[in-house]
């Protein structure tokens, strides 16, 4: 039989209360992990870490806001003295804001985006070097964005804080790799389910979107997940980069979300 790809390994996952996270978190289990699980909501992570221990997983969970330093000083040190030490950290949490110009954007908006993005992926990565660093070497995966490759009127602070994720990763790929921790990123596209929950109420708004993918679809959670799992692998050679799982959308402009909604209050208005 074919072993589990992280078993007894110890895996943290930011954000893992709901959607992509909770499903990273239930696909690490499977395949052998500790898991520890976080988010803002403590409850909601006890909820999601006593579902794996339900299935015969082992799983933490430890409620802690990532933009806040001291939090996620409290995170790792509890990650730590539940398990031993951390071997992979997915920094998935990530927020965004409706969708607007980019001269409406308020800078408290702006902060709060690239607090929890980019600063709360920066802590993360900080704080987890050294125990990386003491075991003798670790995995990191960022959940970026495929709007942090090419840009998205509309939403301009999310794709910001992503291309900066991205540039990030490359940075911490290049310094850390002496002491064997990796660290990559996946750039998923529409994804039906996560952050995308709302959009996927509109029909209309889904279609033309997937109209616009040259696989005609959202990517499924699983497939996302599948990336983040081959690029938190132990044995790889894979250091520094971005694995774009869009169903081949860059390079092909798609509505963006401004003219979309737009299109949409027009209707609504002759209607």
């Not at 870490?49 to 015969?56: D, F, P, S, V, W």
């Not at 939090?71 to 607007?100: C, M, T």
């Not at 002491?179 to 889904?206: D, K, Q, S, T």
Request: hydrophobic share 40%.
């Amino acid at each position: 039989m074919k072993g589990k790809r992280f078993e007894g390994e110890v895996v943290l996952i930011t954000g893992s209360t709901r959607g992509i996270g909770r499903a990273l978190a239930e696909a690490f289990s499977r395949e052998g992990a500790k898991v520890l699980v976080n988010g803002r909501d403590a409850e909601g992570a006890e909820r999601v870490a006593e579902e794996i221990r339900k299935g015969g997983g082992e799983a933490e969970a430890v409620g802690a806001d990532i933009a806040d330093p001291q939090a996620v000083k409290e995170l790792i040190r509890r990650g730590v003295e539940a398990f031993g030490g951390i071997d992979v950290l997915v920094n998935n949490a990530g927020v965004s804001l409706p969708p607007q110009p980019a001269e409406e954007v308020e800078p408290h908006g702006l902060d709060k985006i690239m607090a929890v993005n980019l600063k709360g992926a920066f802590l993360c990565s900080r704080e987890v070097f050294p125990v990386m660093r003491e075991r003798g070497g670790g995995r990191i995966v960022n959940v970026s964005s495929q709007a942090g490759l090419f840009g998205e009127p509309g939403l301009m602070p999310y794709c910001v804080s992503k291309a900066a994720l991205l540039c990030l990763t490359r940075c911490l790929a290049y310094e850390w790799a002496p002491y064997g921790i990796r660290v990559n990123a996946v750039a998923p596209g529409f994804v039906a389910g996560g952050m995308n929950e709302p959009v996927l109420r509109h029909e209309a708004l889904v279609n033309t979107l997937s109209s616009r993918v040259p696989l005609k679809r959202f990517a499924r959670v699983h497939e996302v997940v599948e990336a983040v799992l081959f690029l938190a692998m132990k044995d790889s050679y894979v250091n520094g980069e971005v694995l774009v799982v869009d169903g081949g959308m860059s390079g092909y402009r798609t509505p963006s979300i401004l003219e979309l909604v737009g299109k949409g209050r027009k209707k609504r208005k002759e209607v």
